[in-house]
């Protein structure tokens, strides 16, 4: 059971998970979250049934999940339609990662890549829609000195119905792009809030350095 509260976001999950043989997983997740984006909150009912394969250094996830999606108090309905949507979406998930450490590796790199979509059914999904984000970094150290890359390209393509405006890509953020707040980032509505991408490009660079014992300091930039 999990849960997670901030003024933002709401949260509340539980998970089942079968051991296989030979490092696979069935597993099973239902949960409901409520959170507030510039412009409309949304809320969610969602159920996950993934099967998982889980090695060193790679990793591979496909499953199905049904989402119950509800936008509401709008404050700009031709950009943000309040709706309520449900949307059956096949995942797939392929993870490389040789970091020698999960917090602050020196050396090593990732690779991520995630897909998910749906066909529009009038008792299956409201859209047809397909969605992908690739990622992945590249971290090397000459003594204590660490050098990383890390680049992410993502898109969204809407072909029939409606998806979701939670949907889209937001950048902007501590995970993101540092020089912006949550979110803040791409083109706005006439009310300043952002409406989010169909596309999605962003990269880092960062050199971490150590300064005196135990304090270190780190230059990055950031592109979107």
Request: charged fraction near 20%; proline fraction near 5%; aromatic fraction near 14%.
């Amino acid at each position: 059971l999990d849960a997670r509260y901030s003024e933002i976001k709401q949260e509340a999950s539980g998970n089942i998970a079968l051991p296989l043989r030979n490092r696979g997983t069935l597993g099973g997740e239902i949960g409901y979250s409520n959170e507030i984006y510039d412009g409309y909150k949304t809320e969610s009912i969602y159920e996950k049934l993934t099967a998982k394969y889980q090695d060193t250094p790679a990793s591979a996830m496909v499953g199905v999940l049904f989402d119950e999606v509800n936008t509401y108090e709008s404050k700009d309905p031709a950009t943000f339609p309040n709706s309520k949507l449900f949307i059956t979406s096949p995942l797939g998930e392929i993870n490389f990662d040789t970091r020698d450490k999960p917090l602050e590796p020196t050396r090593g790199y990732w690779l991520n890549a995630k897909v998910s979509g749906s066909l529009q059914s009038v008792v299956v999904s409201d859209a047809t829609y397909f969605k992908s984000l690739l990622s992945g970094a590249y971290i090397t150290s000459i003594e204590e000195h660490v050098f990383g890359a890390k680049l992410k390209w993502g898109t969204l393509r809407l072909y029939n119905g409606e998806l979701p405006s939670s949907y889209h890509f937001y950048a902007g953020g501590m995970n993101s792009n540092r020089a912006y707040t949550y979110r803040d980032l791409g083109p706005k509505n006439s009310s300043g809030d952002p409406i989010g991408f169909s596309s999605l490009t962003e990269g880092s660079l960062e050199y971490r350095f150590p300064i005196y014992q135990e304090f270190r300091g780190v230059l990055f930039t950031d592109l979107t």
